[in-house]
């Protein structure tokens, strides 16, 4: 299939070339299970007349002009090079097997699902002779592994291009539901005072002195200042250890259980209270009275700073003067989390994490970082631009994302979806998580450095029996 023409190659945006860049080559890997074994010709034939192939990113090469300048490059695309189909069975640590020994569970499958994409996050960076993506089915597991380069894109703009392909599995017709953005409602101009005005006035102050202050932080963690080192505390070259992927399993309705138990609460909210009161638990069982209590953890967690928040319509990424815009518009924040050892109020973790949030949306943080960004890619190049990024990196303990999913239940090519989850390829940090929420469940992809997170099963749990506790705790109120 050939893409249109072009008479001129495309620069890559700065966040694309910092992608690039050997210490920050970053690959997103999104993790399709199905419930039936999948037609490799169905497949290759949706793709074939989907969006995506008509997507500029995704029909071209990448290649670097005699100054070493990154473009992109229409090229034709041979669909039988980008979908690999690998038969056999594997099994949980990732290698093939002839016959499976003994009956195989749904468990199974996706442990060995999740080693396959660990190893890959770590040894398998995409070939540069075609596009920059791969979708790898395993048919023995009902599996399939979507691999993007970070370069094409962010998790939005990828997400959106996925449901763009799919549909709902009680209307074939349709179109996946998403979470409806909810918006605050602007109340008119009636009855506006001095009161009114000195409450602007306030707001705005309070906004100008979190910026600077997370502004603050933000440079010296990324020059000076690191977190304390512990059990799970990563670091330069850690990227390149051996990796092992496992899925923390949620339900949203318990989220939103622990949601209605301190007012005006979300989802992200208690995410991040369930990360703070996880890690806890797992230090106090790797480390039992070894650590300070109030000991801080930082996290890097990746905000979409688009006009309009959440999912994207496809037609609008593709406008290139659209306020949505597709490619990479993010910023990231500094969230920090806390070791409290175990024994109190569960849902105080959450009220720490709510008010911690709180002023990160009060703060032009994500913005901020993203100019800068910008700016060092623009003054200094990819090369400083990726040392900074790095440095953050090491800096702290952990990333974070969190992307919502489709309502009910959807199908690709035909197949209906048992569950989607995403992650990336390995960082300095031993710990990377990535949550997504899809039709009532949320699962978190949890991609550690397992010589140093030797257990990831029990941290998966920790992370569940945390959101179990604080909805006993919800209850009880």
Known sequence: MACPETTSDEPLTPAGRLFLQPQTNVVIHCILRG????????????????????????????????NSFEHWRRTQIDIDRHVIVINNRLDKSGNLVDEPQGPTTEEDDEAAANQYVADLSVSCPLSMDK????????????CAVFRIHHALGDGISLMSMLM?????????????????DKRPEIKGGKGRNWFWLFGVLWWVLKMVLYTLAFSVE???????????????????GVELWPRKLVTAKFLLDDMKVVKRAV????????????????????????TPNALRDGLR???VAMVNIRAQPGLQELSELIKNKSDARWGNKFGVILLPVYYHKSGNDPLECLKRAKATVDKKKHSLEAILSYWIGDLVMSLLGAKYACMLNY???????????????????ISLAGNPLSSIKVNTSSLPQAITMHMLSYAGKAEMQILVAKDIIPDPEFLAKCFEDALLEMKEAALEK
């Open 297 to 299: 953890m930082t996290g």
């Open 218 to 236: 933000f440079v010296l963690r990324t020059f000076l200042v690191s977190d304390e080192k512990t059990v799970i505390t990563g670091g330069d």
């Open 263 to 286: 007012p005006n609460t979300t989802i992200n909210d208690v995410l991040l209270g369930v990360v703070s009161s996880g890690l806890s638990r797992y230090l106090d069982h790797r």
């Open 131 to 142: 596009p920059l993506w791969e979708l790898h089915i395993l048919m023995a597991h009902k």
């Open 391 to 409: 440095k953050l990196l090491c800096n702290t303990t952990f990333t974070i994302s969190n992307v919502v999913g489709p309502l009910e239940e």
């Open 164 to 180: 763009a392909s799919c549909r709902r599995t009680d209307d074939a017709d349709a179109l996946p539901r998403l979470v409806p």
């Open 35 to 66: 419930k039936k074994p999948g037609d490799i010709d169905a497949i290759k034939s949706t793709i074939r007349s989907s969006l995506m192939v008509q997507h500029p990113r995704f029909c071209s090469l990448l290649v670097r002009d005699k």
